[in-house]
């Protein structure tokens, strides 16, 4: 019987020993879960997902340019031919992107040009690239802008020369805006045009015929940009306006309201400005034509100026070649001369004059006009000296001669005489 009371016993306590050691582990689990401060991290499963589709422009990007197209971005460089962009060297380089794309042009650019009576613009810079055939032999080195919309004062196409010498016409296809200006892009079409003497001038209708072999806008801007850098300059901007032409040109012409007018030929008749006005004569003035200056005025003339121009108003008087007739200054007024006085130039008032050329006809400036003539090239003082007398009131400036640089007195009639100053780099042909 003992035996059998021990072993009852002995089973108890152990039973008892193992409730307990459950119910310790379930307390400490339920207290350590309560009492913390600090929570077991969830496991989340992680959801498989799938790259994001790249945007229309991004997948542009990625694949080749179609033939004469290129799509930019700000910084990126691109050069004729190829089909993706690239990070130098490149033939146009995009600088900045707003109403169109500004486009760095290491080999040279200008804009395409509108003929000055032109009747109208196109619509698109892709209507305005039909209509250029040709560029400039003369592209500067500069930017271009090419623009969404074209205008009277610019058409929105650039002509740029590659570093292969190549010459193209680049015009705006589309523009993809974004608040991220790194984000922008510019669709572009390119084609390549050949060179041709002035050329690059959009064939437009214009109001004295066809427009294929008028002057243009750019030219304009060239001769005022000649007279202005003249110091003392206040009359070469008396050229800018919208020109017109006539079907008809009468003998005698006075013009009563503001004008500038532009001759499909050789002017042979007589044009009074009694109003501010100008006259451009792309085929040069006859020997029966005359341009009168009765109020503020400008005449451009390029080719044979053979006939007269007197000027009895403030005026800016610019000959692209040879002064065969004569010009009579009477008034305050800026003259430019690209070629040789074959003629005469009379100065009887206050005139700045700039001469590229050589003095083979007459240069007469008797009397007081306190006037300011420059020289280009080189002169020796003995012709200083017999260019003839009358110049008192007249200060010289020559770009060289056999005289030291700086200011000389008691040079022939003049009244001082000023070799190679500063301001012959401004003043270009």
């Known amino acids: 019987m003992k035996p059998f009371v ?9 039973t008892w020993g193992v409730w307990a050691a459950i119910t310790s582990r379930s307390s400490v689990t339920r207290s350590d879960s309560v009492g913390s401060s600090e929570v077991a991290p969830r496991v989340v499963p992680v959801a498989r997902t799938e790259p994001a589709e790249p945007k229309a422009d991004q997948q542009t990007r990625a694949e080749p340019f179609a033939p004469g197209t290129a799509i930019l971005g700000i910084g990126d460089h691109y050069r004729f031919g190829e089909s993706r962009v690239r990070r130098d060297d490149g033939d146009v380089h995009c600088q900045d992107i707003r109403y169109g794309a500004s486009l760095h042009c290491p080999h040279g650019a200008l804009p395409a040009a509108i003929p000055l009576a032109a009747i109208g613009v196109p619509e698109s810079p892709a209507d305005v690239a039909d209509r250029i055939e040709d560029v400039p032999t003369d592209l500067p080195r500069r930017d271009a802008w090419v623009r969404a919309r074209p205008t009277r004062k610019d058409l929105g196409v650039a002509l740029v020369r590659s570093k292969a010498g190549r010459t193209y016409k680049v015009w705006l296809i589309e523009k993809t805006a974004h608040p991220d200006a790194l984000q922008r892009r510019v669709h572009l079409g390119w084609a390549e045009v050949p060179v041709r003497e002035r050329g690059g001038v959009a064939k437009l209708p214009t109001s004295i015929g066809n427009g294929n072999e008028g002057p243009s806008s750019a030219e304009i801007e060239r001769i005022v940009a000649a007279g202005a850098a003249v110091p003392g300059d206040s009359f070469a901007r008396q050229l800018q306006g919208d020109f017109t032409g006539l079907s008809e040109w009468p003998a005698k012409l006075s013009l009563q309201k503001t004008r500038h007018l532009v001759c499909a030929e050789p002017l042979t008749t007589e044009v009074a400005i009694r109003a ?38 403030y005026g800016y008087v610019h000959i692209a070649g040879d002064l065969v007739g004569q010009v009579n200054v009477n008034s305050y007024a800026t003259v430019v001369i690209t070629g040789d006085i074959v003629g005469t130039l009379k100065v009887r008032s206050y005139t700045n004059l700039l001469l590229h050329g050589r003095i083979v006809g007459t240069l007469d400036a008797k009397g007081s006009c306190w006037s300011t003539f420059y020289l280009d090239g080189y002169y020796a003082r003995t012709e200083l000296e017999q260019l003839g007398d009358g110049f008192g009131s007249v200060t010289l400036h020559v770009r060289e001669s056999d005289l030291a640089p700086g200011k000389h007195e008691k040079i022939g009639s003049w009244r001082s005489v000023i070799v190679g100053d500063p301001v012959w780099k401004k003043l270009q042909k």
Do not use: N, Q, W
Not at 276 to 292: M, N
Not at 307 to 313: A, C, N, Q
């Open 276 to 313: 501010r006005g100008a006259i451009y004569a792309p085929h040069g003035i006859g020997p029966s034509g005359r341009v009168v200056f009765d109020s503020y005025a400008a005449v451009a003339v390029d080719g044979p100026m053979e006939g007269t121009v007197d000027v009895k108003s």
């Open 6 to 14: 021990a072993g009852l016993l002995i089973g108890c306590v152990a």
